[in-house]
């Protein structure tokens, strides 16, 4: 496009209208004017090019050569603009853009995120979804750098926080023991913390995960030195060696959902046996971020 100070997208909509209805009262009629602007509007675009584009007598209206290949070009170039506008619409309402979400191994068990993501992905499929498995406080430092827009930690208190970062209590689960089921554990209707006494645990990495210090602090608390059989990376060998007899787990409720025939689950009956999921999150959220949160029902936050 030429001289793009003095054409605007209106002539070139003009235009348009004329091309397709190859008749300047018609066209005035479709666009809401009256006839003689529209005929200015026209001859100021061709006089603007220094084209004409079309050609008038008294009985007809008709493009010329250039007209013709002008059109195409005006409709594109009206597309890109209607797409431009969709495009800043849509992101002004936070339905284009990126959202990035932090979460231990077990936080998607739990049924007010995993609805939240599929309602989201639903909601904004232009939206992309990035969704990644934090260790440890990693959390924090992503979400203070925008690496991050949420995170899902879990903890016994809120955690030192950035002055950028803010957490939420999002949601507190009871704790349960996953053991064979032969075991003596099984047999009973609810353990106690000092039932672990004495008892091999396996345990999900310290540096992997917040909740593992979290279990490990409770059982001393409860006069109980863990004897840890073994130390794993990822959730499924936990619950592999579980189910193998040569640990009893500790998890959080939301991962009774992963049933086996060869594991048995026990409330841990304790006041203390407890942890709360915080909703960590940067204090100046993005619009997608935004339109995340309010897609969350859980009944330990506020909206």
């Not at 666009?31 to 509007?41: D, K, Y």
């Not at 995170?151 to 030192?160: K, M, N, T, V």
């Not at 409770?218 to 189910?243: C, M």
């Amino acid at each position: 496009m030429v001289a793009l100070s003095i054409m605007e997208l209106r002539h070139l909509r003009y235009f348009v209208q004329v091309a397709d209805d190859l008749h300047f009262a018609r066209a005035a009629a479709h666009l809401g004017i009256s006839q003689p602007p529209l005929s200015q509007q026209i001859r100021a675009l061709e006089d603007e090019l220094q084209v004409r584009l079309l050609e008038r007598t008294s009985r007809r209206v008709a493009l010329t050569p250039a007209g013709r290949l002008f059109l195409d070009a005006a409709r594109a170039t009206l597309r890109e603009a209607d797409n431009a506008i969709s495009v800043a619409r849509r992101a002004a309402r936070g339905e284009l853009g990126e959202l990035a979400i932090g979460f231990s191994a077990s936080a998607p068990f739990v049924p007010e995120i995993a609805h939240a993501i599929s309602n989201f992905r639903d909601r904004y499929p232009q939206i992309s979804l990035v969704l990644r498995e934090i260790a440890g406080s990693d959390h924090l430092e992503q979400i203070e750098d925008h690496l991050l827009d949420i995170g899902f930690r879990r903890g016994r208190a809120i955690p030192d926080l950035p002055d950028t970062v803010i957490a939420e209590p999002f949601l507190s689960e009871r704790l349960y023991v996953a053991c064979p089921p032969g075991h003596r554990l099984a047999r009973q209707a609810g353990v106690r913390i000092v039932d672990l006494a004495d008892e091999p645990i396996v345990l999900y990495a310290n540096e992997r995960s917040t909740f593992t210090s979290h279990l490990l602090d409770l059982l001393r608390e409860g006069g109980v030195e863990p004897r840890i059989a073994q130390i794993v990376t990822d959730v499924t060998s936990l619950f592999g060696l579980a189910a193998a007899g040569i640990g009893v787990m500790v998890m959080v409720e939301s991962l009774c959902t992963l049933q086996s025939p060869m594991l048995t689950y026990r409330l841990i009956e304790d006041d203390a046996a407890t942890i709360m999921l915080w909703l960590v999150r940067h204090r100046d959220p993005t619009l997608p971020c935004r339109n995340f949160l309010a897609l969350l029902d859980s009944p330990g936050r506020n909206p």
